[in-house]
């Protein structure tokens, strides 16, 4: 685990400086373009990286999952409007306005070709915004899978509103190893959701009394496994964004081939 300390640290600065020196550092924000591979015919994966915006470790991702034969257009979306750190993170209503614009790019790309399988994939922050925008899809638009990667909601956070909208299956990849960013950081700075307590992407999310049980069945628990070190996930905050965990167990199991790994998925409770 100590290969990722140093970009742990580096994590915790970027996002929490703004408190530690005391100043409002908030500069003016615009929204990010709307990838062009959104209006474009044919399979599409939109990714949605964390409060840190786009990094190297989602380029990665994007990487391996073209090594893993994924096929269609890998679109990006940087919701933080240039504004990463705690301020995306506190940012509740542009988060949610972010949401809808990506929901917007769903629903164009499927007035293209109503058959076209949509992945949405996140990564900790961007689970939030990714659950949202599923949320606020008009009535039957469905994406085919949703990719949580160690989530940075609150573990009880009522997914069924948002799985309706999930055809096939939402893979929820956590971690007990991700303490700094989803143990520490949240419960101090609180969780996409608002909640200071620690994160879904730690332990998994539990399905609350008011959930829709059917619902909940689409819903994957991927919790880490030692096996999956050979694949440079290490089971830290960014490991599953690895190019090399991506291409062997990410895109086989979005593409419903066999994985690099002898334990069975198990459904979420």
């Not at 994590?11 to 959104?38: D, H, K, N």
């Not at 919701?79 to 990506?102: I, K, M």
């Not at 900790?124 to 599923?134: Q, Y």
């Not at 879904?200 to 819903?219: E, I, N």
Request: aromatic share 8%; hydrophobic share 40%; charged share 15%.
């Amino acid at each position: 685990m100590r290969r990722f300390g140093a970009w742990h640290l580096f994590l915790m600065i970027l996002c929490f400086a703004p408190l530690a020196v005391g100043q409002e550092t908030r500069p003016t924000t615009q929204p990010e373009p709307i990838p062009q591979s959104v209006y474009e015919k044919g399979p599409l994966l939109i990714h949605l990286p964390g409060i840190e915006g786009y990094l190297n470790c989602d380029r990665h991702l994007i990487l391996g999952l073209q090594d893993g034969g994924l096929p269609g257009q890998l679109a990006v979306y940087d919701w933080t409007e240039y504004d990463p750190g705690l301020d995306s993170l506190h940012a509740y209503r542009r988060n949610h306005l972010e949401a809808q614009r990506v929901a917007d790019m769903i629903v164009d790309h499927l007035k293209i070709d109503p058959t076209d399988p949509i992945i949405l994939s996140s990564h900790s922050g961007g689970c939030g915004i990714a659950v949202w925008a599923l949320e606020k899809l008009p009535p039957g638009v469905q994406v085919q899978s949703l990719l949580l990667l160690a989530p940075a909601l609150s573990p009880d956070y009522d997914l069924s509103a948002a799985l309706r909208h999930v055809s096939g299956q939402a893979y929820a990849f956590t971690s007990v190893h991700d303490t700094i960013m989803l143990e520490v950081g949240t419960k101090l700075f609180g969780t996409m959701d608002g909640v200071n307590t620690p994160a879904a992407g730690l332990t998994g999310f539990v399905m609350p009394p008011s959930a829709d049980p059917q619902q909940y069945k689409k819903l994957v628990a991927e919790p880490f496994e030692t096996d999956w070190m050979q694949y440079d996930d290490f089971g830290d905050h960014i490991g599953p964004e690895s190019r090399q965990f991506a291409a062997n167990i990410i895109a086989p199991m979005l593409l419903g081939q066999p994985v690099a790994s002898t334990r069975p998925s198990a459904q979420a409770q």
